[in-house]
T-cell receptor, first 111, second 116 residues
Framework: GQQVMQIPQYQHVQEGEDFTTYCNSS?????IQWYKQRPGGHPVFLIQ?????EVKKQKRLTFQFGEAKKNSSLHITATQTTDVGTYFC???????????FGRGTSLIVHP | DAGVTQSPTHLIKTRGQQVTLRCSPK?????VSWYQQALGQGPQFIFQ???????QRGNFPDRFSGHQFPNYSSELNVNALLLGDSALYLC???????????????FGPGTRLTVL
């Protein structure tokens, strides 16, 4: 069935290293959203990308939407311990406007 | 500006029992969605309520039902609980765009349900 896939499932980095998580959809998406969930917390909306090839930045975070609108990435430059958490991408599948979430990538930052 | 609130925070039930979870949306929001998040998984969409009606439903059995009240708050009911229903239940509110766009979901803190 249609799904949103994320890799890797876990990523350990040393503080100061960069981090990238990738999101792939089985179908073309009208948009893609990214959320962050801190340990023990709830998902918090980060950003929504709509246009093909779109790139958006939020301080050390860079979000990209693929040209074919079937993949996306989140890159964090010079990770900090405050970046710890699980990052989810979510996109509407099958004509729905409800976002389907990926399994997430858990980022562990070692000081 | 109050965010999304949920009650209770934690709940322990036994198999076969019934449970009701409650959600108050963010101020100004009229749409409430419910998600189930199992450990190590992403949130899975259960259903969405808008104007007191179920607008869309995910792949969950009829044991999962809901309601939205005139003040936009919502309840999630689960009957005949199974061990596999143990999860974090998240409520998310949004300002409905009538299905034209993907709404930004503002999540509440969740209710941790444990079924023994």
């Amino acid at each position: 069935g249609q799904q949103v896939m994320q890799i890797p499932q876990y990523q350990h980095v040393q503080e100061g290293e960069d981090f990238t998580t990738y999101c792939n959809s089985s179908t073309t998406l009208s948009n893609i959203q990214w959320y962050k969930q801190r340990p023990g917390g709830h998902p918090v909306f980060l950003i929504q990308l709509v246009k093909s090839g779109e790139v958006k930045k939020q301080k050390r975070l860079t979000f990209q939407f693929g040209e074919a609108k079937k993949n996306s990435s989140l890159h964090i430059t010079a990770t900090q311990t405050t970046d710890v958490g699980t990052y989810f991408c979510a996109g509407p599948l099958g004509g729905s406007y409800i976002p389907t979430f990926g399994r997430g990538t858990s980022l562990i930052v070692h000081p | 500006d109050a965010g999304v609130t949920q009650s209770p925070t934690h709940l322990i039930k036994t198999r076969g029992q019934q449970v009701t979870l409650r959600c108050s949306p963010k101020s100004g929001h009229d749409t409430v969605s419910w998600y189930q998040q199992a450990l190590g998984q992403g949130p899975q969409f259960i259903f969405q309520y808008y104007e007191e009606e179920e607008r869309q439903r995910g792949n969950f059995p009829d044991r999962f039902s809901g309601h939205q009240f005139p003040n936009y708050s919502s309840e999630l009911n689960v009957n005949a609980l199974l061990l596999g229903d143990s999860a974090l239940y998240l409520c998310a509110s949004s300002l409905g765009t009538g299905g034209a766009h993907t709404d930004t979901q503002y999540f509440g803190p969740g209710t941790r349900l444990t079924v023994l």
